[in-house]
């Protein structure tokens, strides 16, 4: 069974700080996906990398996939209160099957 | 376009009784997925069709969990009979197809409560 655990699992900050949250495995993926999920409503992706090394940049948010391809980080800038929510990492392989981390709950104080 | 559909938002029964969930996926998506959410917890892949056949069901709960997706469009996910620990939000996912890296999009969920 492959698991993927995040850290933290809550995050609690003031606006224009700077964090990141990690996903970590014993098990190589394919591809690793971050979604964000707000309350009431389903994941929404982020990000998919799938080359070991690969960094990708979204506004603020910095994704890396590790060398070995069995972990990942997800940095955000000056975060604002709008950054709010629960952040996922999704392992993913053949046949587009995600097995999901237990996610980091973020608070972006204003 | 349209997002990932599902029904009902929100349902609360008691203990062994049955519930059932209905999602219509974006139109031309070939692959569903249903996932059940625990509070706190990250999605947790029950089941995956792929046009109306199951491509994956290991993670299902067979003795009181079925699904179905007869047309290869809309699907049905039934728990019968309900137990405590089946209170979650049950998301329902679409992909264009089921290649490795396809993006997922998943509907709001049906957030259940078993009393």
């Known amino acids: 069974t492959q698991l993927l655990e995040q850290s933290p699992q809550f995050l609690s900050i003031q606006e224009g700080e700077n964090l990141t949250v990690y996903c970590n495995s014993s098990?190589?993926?394919?591809?690793l996906q971050w979604y964000r999920q707000e309350p009431g409503e389903g994941p929404v992706l982020l990000v998919t990398?799938?080359?070991?090394?690969e960094v990708k940049k979204l506004k603020r948010l910095t994704f890396q996939f590790g060398d070995a391809r069995k972990d990942s980080s997800l940095h955000i800038t000056a975060a604002q209160p709008g950054d709010t929510g629960l952040y996922l990492c999704?392992?993913?392989?053949?046949?587009?099957?995600?097995?999901f981390g237990g996610g980091t709950r973020l608070m972006v104080k204003p | 376009e349209a997002g990932v559909a599902q029904s009902p938002r929100y349902k609360i029964i008691e203990k062994r009784q049955s519930v059932a969930f209905w999602c219509n996926p974006i139109?031309?998506?070939?692959?569903l997925y249903w996932y059940q959410q625990i509070l706190g917890q990250g999605p947790k892949l029950l089941i995956q069709?792929?046009?109306?056949?199951?491509?994956?069901d290991s993670q299902l709960p067979k003795d009181r969990f079925s699904a179905e997706r007869l047309k290869g469009v809309d699907s049905t996910l039934k728990i019968q009979p309900a137990k405590l620990e089946d209170s979650a939000v049950y998301l329902c996912?679409?992909?264009?197809?089921?290649?490795?890296?396809?993006?997922?999009?998943f509907g709001p969920g049906t957030r259940l409560t078993v009393l």
């Open positions: 996912a679409s992909s264009l197809v089921r290649y490795s890296y396809n993006e997922q999009f």
């Open positions: 098990s190589v993926f394919s591809s």
């Open positions: 990398v799938v080359t070991g090394g």
């Open positions: 999704a392992g993913g392989n053949a046949g587009n099957m995600l097995t």
């Open positions: 139109s031309g998506h070939a692959t």
């Open positions: 069709f792929q046009n109306n056949g199951v491509v994956d």
